[in-house]
């Protein structure tokens, strides 16, 4: 397959065009968002949606991503993440597989209804995972974009996949939110650097290869500005695969969570990665024979789960 986002070849980055839509769906009177909010994801990269969730789900949720931070022994082992220089759980990966909570979270026709409308196509989770920044301990997540990974290290072909962050804490602007420039999706920023083996491990840590460098990074800053949307607990961040993105250190008391999950479109399955000999393993990117998502509708309750 031809690589028409080629990264981390040449020696100096680059802007490279565009070639995919954002919004892939056209929109309608039934569209699971309002037409000013697909503009809005078509112009800036992203969207954040609230009042998603009652009370009720959202306590439910938070209680199931405690369960899960304080026993992740019962968990996958390659799926914990630890901070780089503490023992803090830094993230949880695979985890719509092991917790029916966030499967059915994952399944939620409030989020992968709005996920099939703008990717325009069933979708599947290419991943998933439990974020969490401590109080005082949690480190920065630098500057990226996610499609450069995800087609480089993953295989991912078309940039027609997109994040969703359901904020399980309150986001402020002094606990290391979310930042994103917005407009930064509308052209590919090439990395430079030869991608070590088995990167993944590293990475997951602190990345230091396929991340932008400073020059590209002020240009694109300038030119666009930098955003941080911050929400209560239940606020539903949503971004485009190529958006730059990334989070500064929690210094403060105060914890930050959310459960990251990624759609991908069906019809984007990944192929053989485009700058590595091999791939990412399962848990990071889903390369088994996709299963789309049927979104369910009702509300998020353990008695639902029976």
């Not at 939110?177 to 430079?192: E, K, W």
């Not at 105060?254 to 990251?260: G, H, L, T």
Request: aromatic share 8%; proline share 8%.
């Amino acid at each position: 397959m031809q690589d028409i986002y080629p990264s981390r070849h040449a020696k100096t980055a680059e802007f490279l065009p565009r070639l995919d839509p954002v919004v892939h769906g056209r929109w309608s009177e039934d569209a699971p968002i309002s037409q000013e909010e697909a503009e809005q994801f078509d112009r800036d990269g992203y969207l954040v949606l609230e009042n998603l969730f009652s009370e009720r789900e959202i306590t439910f949720l938070q209680a199931e991503a405690g369960k899960l931070l304080a026993d992740p022994d019962a968990l996958e082992d390659e799926t914990v993440i630890g901070e780089p220089e503490s023992r803090e759980i830094r993230s949880i990966f695979r985890i719509h597989a092991q917790s029916r909570v966030i499967a059915r979270l994952a399944a939620d026709q409030r989020l992968a209804g709005v996920a099939q409308f703008l990717l325009g196509d069933q979708v599947y989770i290419h991943q998933s995972r439990l974020n969490y920044k401590p109080g005082f301990q949690g480190k920065e997540f630098y500057w990226h974009s996610d499609f450069e990974t995800w087609h480089v290290e993953d295989g991912m072909p078309r940039m027609r996949a997109l994040s969703m962050s359901v904020l399980l804490a309150e986001n402020t602007p002094h606990n290391g939110p979310l930042m994103l420039i917005p407009g930064s999706h509308r052209s590919f920023l090439t990395c430079v650097g030869q991608t070590p083996e088995d990167h993944y491990r590293m990475s997951l840590k602190r990345q230091e290869y396929g991340v932008p460098d400073e020059d590209s990074l002020a240009e694109l800053a300038h030119r666009h500005g930098i955003v941080a949307p911050t929400g209560k607990p239940g606020s539903v961040v949503i971004f485009d695969c190529n958006i730059m993105h990334g989070s500064n250190g929690n210094i403060t008391p105060f914890p930050r969570a959310n459960a990251f999950l990624v759609y991908n479109a069906s019809s984007n399955r990944l192929v053989a990665p485009f700058g590595v000999e091999k791939p990412r393993p399962e848990f990071i990117a889903a390369r088994s024979e996709p299963h789309p998502i049927v979104p369910v509708a009702g509300p998020l309750a353990e008695e639902a789960l029976a």
